[in-house]
């Protein structure tokens, strides 16, 4: 059975700094997923990984891959107030019909 | 395009009433599923479909059916609702592996 792990679950900010996510799966998987929710909203796609040693960037967000590590990373450059949401990472298995098992999530509050 | 279209909002259930969820995609995707998220927490799968005619359970499929007769609508039934049911539905298309579209949910009260 796939597991997936984040951590932390809450993470309180201060604006400027910067912050990891980690995000740990149990078994090989074909695809990792990057997702953000606001409260009370849906979920936006992020980022897709696909292989060993990817990385995606876009804005303050920059998303990693360690395969052989069963680790992803989200990192965030210099917080700012609008990044505050709750942050999902995702696995997939193609044979599996693409679909997802979720993390439980990290909870980011930026403060000014 | 209106991308993966969720009715109704919101609902308020007594127990042992039943409903259909209503999911639409008008992305022709064939891949189509259904998660239920519990306030605070991940999201779990319940159903899933790879296409019209096919579908197979997810994590957490107790208490609840699903049909897909076309490429386009994935209704989600609940038979005899229940209190433990209470959460947020989102249903989700994709297609060749990319990322899952989501519908804006449904927040299902049971009482």
């Known amino acids: 059975e796939l597991k997936v792990e984040q951590n932390p679950l809450f993470l309180s900010m201060q604006e400027g700094k910067n912050y990891t996510i980690y995000c740990n799966y149990s078994t090989t998987s074909d695809r990792l997923y990057w997702y953000r929710q606001d409260p009370g909203k849906s979920l936006e796609s992020l980022f897709v990984l696909l292989s060993n040693g990817a990385v995606k960037q876009e804005g303050r967000l920059m998303a990693s891959l360690d395969t052989k590590a069963r680790l992803s990373t989200l990192h965030i450059t210099a917080a700012v107030h609008d990044l505050s949401a709750t942050y999902f990472c995702a696995v997939a298995l193609k044979a599996a019909g693409n679909k997802l098992t979720f993390g439980g999530g990290t909870r980011v509050l930026v403060k000014p | 395009n209106a991308g993966v279209t969720q009715t109704p909002k919101f609902r308020i259930l007594k127990i042992g009433q039943s409903m259909t969820l209503q999911c639409t995609q008008d992305?022709?995707?064939?891949?189509m599923y259904w998660y239920r998220q519990d306030p605070g927490m991940g999201l779990k799968l319940i159903y899933y479909?790879?296409?019209?005619?096919?579908?197979d359970k997810g994590e957490v499929p107790n208490g609840y059916n699903v049909s897909r007769s076309t490429t386009e609508d994935f209704p989600l039934r609940l038979e005899l609702a229940a209190p433990s049911q209470t959460s947020v539905y989102f249903c989700a298309s994709t297609q060749d592996g990319r990322p899952q579209h989501f519908g804006d949910g449904t927040r299902l009260s049971i009482l």
């Open positions: 479909s790879v296409g019209a005619g096919i579908t």
């Open positions: 992305m022709n995707h064939n891949y």
